[in-house]
């Protein structure tokens, strides 16, 4: 079994800041891409940022020059750091990860429960 537990969401002003962190665990042999996907109320889920197993990054031109994906392959842990938060940032943040649980297999892909993120005009 793998987990992702989300955490770091919380009320926050506009033009604050906000880091979420998702790390993994379980049965876990390697993992590759990981991400973060945002849902406002009323809408879709949307692809925020991603980043590959060897560091490559991907933002979404609406976060892109404020959040900032990283990752601690070490901890199997992915990081967003959010700045300049407007209430246009506010919803539920999921994390998503490819996840390859042995040797032999590959990969699947897994979301942690989602973390809130409300901003406050």
């Known amino acids: 079994q793998v987990q992702l537990v989300e955490s770091g969401g919380g009320l926050v002003r506009a033009g604050g800041s906000l880091r979420l962190s998702c790390a993994a665990s379980?049965?876990?042999?390697?993992?590759?891409?990981m991400g973060w996907y945002r849902q406002a109320p009323g809408k879709q889920r949307e692809l925020v940022a991603t980043i590959t197993g060897g560091g490559n990054t991907n933002h979404a031109d609406s976060v892109h020059g404020r959040f900032t994906i990283s990752r601690d392959s070490a901890k199997n842990t992915v990081y967003l750091q959010m700045s300049s938060l407007n209430p246009e940032d506010t919803g539920v943040y999921y994390c998503?990860?490819?996840?390859?649980?042995?040797?032999?297999?590959?990969?699947?892909?897994?979301w942690g429960r989602g973390t809130q993120v409300t901003v406050s005009s």
């Open positions: 379980g049965s876990i042999f390697s993992i590759n891409a």
């Open positions: 998503n990860a490819d996840i390859v649980s042995a040797w032999f297999s590959t990969g699947h892909s897994y």
